[in-house]
């Protein structure tokens, strides 16, 4: 399978099989704190990087495989997803054959564009991005394509969440001294209830980023400024305990698909792959003896990737 993987857990999305639409690494911003990679193409040129057919026949065959349906079939991956000009089509061909609903990933840059609202009218839930609402600052964190406007982007925020009927979560990252400073905070706090989704999801920087110096917060700072931004405010850094279905052919192959898609720690992988962690480090040891995997020390943690070339 080359854009479908997991299912895999999510930290707010439960079992998650993941769906990509676009190729590594395409995407209208290069985020200082992503976690896949610099972007190699920032664009915001919409066409069918990845064909339609393609994903719609993976998608069947994984949902097929899968022991329980998953808690979401996730449009997200190795860019931004808005990017394939036939998400439409894509997230209604996805709702005839699944049974589990559909949620989209995105930066939330391009939902100003008509056409990528529209399409995202399919999904059950959209998790759209907003780090920034001051431009210095959002230029800085999210280094978007030159074309874009951020007061364009917090109207099409705007826009959606009176068109869309499903669930709309906003997720903030905040990285330290980049993003977290009293004035953004506020101005921030603002623009959400201009927004008015249903829920704010405040993250922090939880694996190596791009960028070194794409600090995490402490969970402390964040509960903090979670209160501060209001009601329906919450902090996702607490890893999910429930575990995936445990899954014991072709291991090696397994991780390292997983550790294709993003770098993880020891516990995150174990949890993913439902493994015993003894065992997950078993192929681990494995994979990096064979050359396969690497890995580096961020924020006090291990986390393991993978070499080579990512799906
Ligand atoms: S929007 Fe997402 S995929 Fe694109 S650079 Fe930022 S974190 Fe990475």
């Not at 200082?32 to 339609?52: F, H, M």
Request: hydrophobic content about 35%; some cysteine; proline content about 8%.
């Amino acid at each position: 399978m080359r854009y479908v993987y997991g299912p895999v857990l999510s930290r707010r999305l439960g079992l998650s099989l993941g769906v990509d639409l676009v190729p590594r690494k395409v995407c209208t911003y290069d985020c200082i704190y992503c976690q896949i990679g610099r972007t190699t193409l920032k664009t915001l040129e919409r066409k069918e990087y990845v064909p339609a057919s393609s994903i719609l026949r993976e998608v069947e065959e994984a949902l097929r495989s899968c022991p329980t349906p998953p808690d979401y079939v996730t449009l997200s991956g190795s860019g931004e997803p808005t990017l394939n000009e036939r998400l439409g089509e894509i997230l209604k061909g996805i709702k005839g054959m699944s049974p589990s609903p559909l949620a989209v990933i995105t930066n939330g840059s391009l939902l100003y564009k008509e056409e990528v609202a529209e399409a995202l009218l399919e999904a059950d839930v959209v998790l759209p991005s907003l780090d920034a609402v001051t431009p210095a600052v959002f230029e800085t964190i999210n280094r978007p394509h030159p074309d874009l406007r951020l007061g364009e982007i917090v109207e099409g925020l705007k826009a959606f969440r009176r068109a869309f009927k499903g669930r709309l979560w906003l997720e903030v990252l905040l990285c330290r001294g980049v993003n977290d400073g009293r004035a953004e905070l506020q101005a921030l706090k603002e623009i959400i209830a201009e927004i008015g989704p249903d829920a704010v999801h405040l993250n922090t920087v939880v694996r190596p980023g791009v960028e070194e110096y794409a600090y995490p917060l402490p969970y402390e700072r964040l509960s903090t400024i979670a209160k501060e931004l209001g009601e329906g405010v919450e902090v996702i850094i607490r890893p999910p305990q429930r575990a995936a279905p445990p899954r014991q052919e072709n291991l090696e192959e397994q991780v390292l698909r997983t550790l294709k898609v993003r770098p993880l720690t020891l516990e995150d992988l174990s949890r993913s792959l439902g493994l015993h962690e003894m065992e997950a480090l078993k192929v681990l040891d494995q994979l990096a003896d064979e050359g396969k995997i690497t890995s580096r020390i961020f924020d006090h943690r291990i986390y393991y990737e993978a070499k080579g070339p990512k799906p």
